[in-house]
């Protein structure tokens, strides 16, 4: 089947998943455009019409896509989205099609609050309009997007799929000493230093760049992850699971122990909807369908003793094995979602 495609993101990891996506069917991208090449993340209107009025972005991607798909932040796609807005254009694009693939806010990067306000009408008429509504198809990673794009709207207009990540990675398996694979690893943000630490005053562990830890399939060789969550939701947690990574991280209360210490956040649990009290209910590690994935401590002197075991006594849950078997039920059901949207 030939259609073309095009896919505007600024992500490795969700430009992977939505090329598996597409390989799944025998289809490939025609063109990938990384917004980050050109502009930092939360396109203005003012700065969408420029793209649209002089760099002609928009006539671009409606002359010549049948399928776009648009990853990561969505706000990359604003100019695109203000072209389909516009009656004079809408008829005379050629855009079938529009998946917008939510993985890290629907608004992500917008700050100025009449601009955001423009943004959020902008999209409610898109999808109150039926000559954009029904090509326009929402798709979330995770439930904080969903969650969060209701509350921000006050509606649930979006219309979101859950369709979750595939969790693929092309890392090449690296050779580890023995005794490296006897320890448990650390991979290191600029937010979580203080944490980093705290934990060398404890026991050694293996500290790993966040740009060099080689994935899941790598992590998957040492003893354990202990990983304290910079997002709501990863890429890189999908890989993990996959991959079958024992992972230890921080029970609600230590957390939010943690984002008491300035150098640490959560990136959007203290916006929107903390105060209904339900923020770790959306947040992927602590939720209802995925937390049994993890192992979790409440001090620094239970991490130690849960560090202190062999991989074997750890893991008394199967992580190893069942995490992979899970994930693969999961890839079934994104797969679907994927085909239903593709081939409608």
């Known amino acids: 089947m030939a259609f073309k ?5 600024g992500h490795f990891g969700v430009s992977q998943d939505v090329i598996y996506a597409l390989s799944l069917f025998n289809l490939t991208y025609t063109q990938i455009v990384d917004p980050r090449r050109f502009a930092p993340y939360g396109h ?22 049948e399928t776009v798909i648009v990853g990561d932040t969505i ?10 807005d516009e009656e004079t254009y809408r008829g005379k694009c050629h855009i079938k099609k529009l998946i917008l693939f939510t993985t890290a806010r629907f608004d992500y990067g917008l700050n100025i609050k009449d601009d955001t306000e423009d943004y959020y009408k902008l999209l409610k008429n898109l999808m109150l309009n039926e000559n954009t509504s029904n090509r326009i198809f929402w798709f979330a990673n995770n439930p904080w997007e969903i ?11 979006l219309n979101f799929r859950l369709v979750r990540s595939f969790g693929v990675s092309n890392f090449k398996l690296r050779n580890i000493t023995k005794e490296d694979s006897e320890m ?15 934990l060398k005053k404890n026991f050694d562990f293996k500290l790993l760049s966040k740009n060099a830890y080689g994935g899941g399939v790598n992590l998957a060789q040492y003893k354990c992850l202990i990983q304290i969550p910079y997002q709501v939701s990863t890429m890189k947690m999908y890989e993990n699971l996959r991959a079958g990574v024992i992972t230890i991280i921080p029970s609600k209360r230590y957390l939010k ?27 992927d590690y602590y939720s209802k369908e995925l937390n049994n994935f993890f192992y979790e401590f409440d001090t620094l002197e239970e991490l130690k003793a849960m560090v202190s075991k062999s991989k074997e006594e750890l893991d008394y849950k199967n992580v190893r094995l069942n995490g992979p078997l899970y994930w ?3 890839n079934l059901e994104s797969e679907r979602s994927w085909k239903n949207v593709l081939f409608s």
């Open 75 to 84: 706000p990359d796609s604003r100019f695109l989205l203000q072209r389909l």
């Open 184 to 198: 448990p690893v650390l991979i290191s943000y600029p937010n979580t230093r203080e944490f980093e630490f705290l």
């Open 5 to 9: 495609k095009g896919l505007i993101n």
């Open 147 to 157: 969650k969060y794009a209701k509350i921000k709207l006050d509606s649930d207009i």
């Open 257 to 283: 122990f943690l984002m008491n210490v300035p150098s640490y956040e959560l990136s959007a649990v203290k916006d929107s909807f903390e105060k209904e009290g339900q923020s770790f209910d959306y947040i």
């Open 44 to 65: 203005s209107k003012k700065y969408a019409d420029y793209l649209n009025n002089v760099e002609r972005l928009g006539d671009y991607f409606c002359d010549n896509f």
């Open 328 to 330: 693969k039920i999961v």
